[in-house]
């Protein structure tokens, strides 16, 4: 069964700054999925960004990009310029192609503060 | 507008009082899932369905029960909560077109249970 680890319960980072979010995962697949999910205060899941196994290129959403490491079994998410309302809880999450299976599993998730 | 509603948002309940939280989505698709959310764990998968009449267990399904008669309902059944099951619970959906795994998941608001 797959795993997806995040090793910080919890980071901050300062107003307009970078920050990066680490995820790994294990699998025995090839081809799968992955994703960035913030969960705000409100409670909402919304989806920053994806990243299909089997592109080479890293994903980018505006402010939003990712480091995926294949080999290394990474999936890191950088966020630049940080805002007031990038803080959230952020959960990786992995998905698999095998359609009689589970669907997505999450970490366990990394609480961001952004500090004016 | 695309949405999956849950109901209630908030329960406040006691040991072994039967209780259904109930989930719906206008999107019509075929996958549907429960998941409960515990700090620092993440979203651990209850119960998922790939369509009418088609459910199968997740990772947490002990306690818990589903039904998909229609294919926009999916609601979780807790025939006797405990406390244990004190949690926060979400329902979410995607479709499961040509390009399956790539499909972000469609989160309700969430539901948050708390057993006495």
């Known amino acids: 069964a797959q795993t997806v680890t995040q090793s910080q319960p919890e980071m901050s980072v300062q107003e307009a700054e970078t920050v990066t979010l680490s995820c790994t995962y294990d699998?025995?697949?090839?081809?799968?999925?992955l994703f960035w999910y913030k969960q705000p205060p409100s409670r909402q899941m919304i989806l920053v960004i994806r990243?299909?196994?089997?592109?080479?290129q890293n994903a980018t959403e505006n402010r939003f990009s990712v480091n995926f490491q294949k080999a290394a079994k990474s999936f890191s998410l950088k966020i630049s310029d940080s805002q007031l309302g990038d803080a959230a809880m952020y959960f990786c999450?992995?998905?698999?192609?095998?359609?009689?299976?589970?669907?997505?599993?999450f970490g366990p998730g990394t609480r961001l503060s952004v500090l004016p | 507008e695309a949405q999956v509603t849950q109901n209630p948002r908030y329960l406040i309940t006691v040991t072994g009082k039967k209780l259904t939280v109930t989930c719906s989505q206008n999107?019509?698709?075929?996958?549907m899932s429960w998941y409960r959310q515990d700090p620092g764990l993440g979203l651990r998968q209850i119960y998922y369905?790939?369509?009418?009449?088609?459910?199968d267990k997740g990772d947490v399904p002990e306690g818990y029960k589903v039904s998909r008669k229609e294919k926009r309902n999916f609601p979780l059944i807790l025939e006797s909560p405990s406390p244990n099951q004190t949690s926060l619970y979400f329902c979410?959906?995607?479709?499961?077109?040509?390009?399956?795994?790539?499909?972000?998941?469609?989160f309700g608001d969430g539901t948050r249970l708390s057993i006495l």
């Open positions: 979410a959906s995607s479709s499961m077109g040509d390009s399956y795994s790539n499909q972000p998941q469609h």
């Open positions: 699998t025995s697949e090839s081809d799968y999925y």
């Open positions: 990243q299909e196994a089997y592109k080479q």
């Open positions: 999450a992995y998905r698999t192609l095998d359609n009689y299976g589970q669907n997505f599993v």
């Open positions: 999107m019509n698709h075929e996958y």
């Open positions: 369905s790939m369509n009418v009449e088609v459910t």
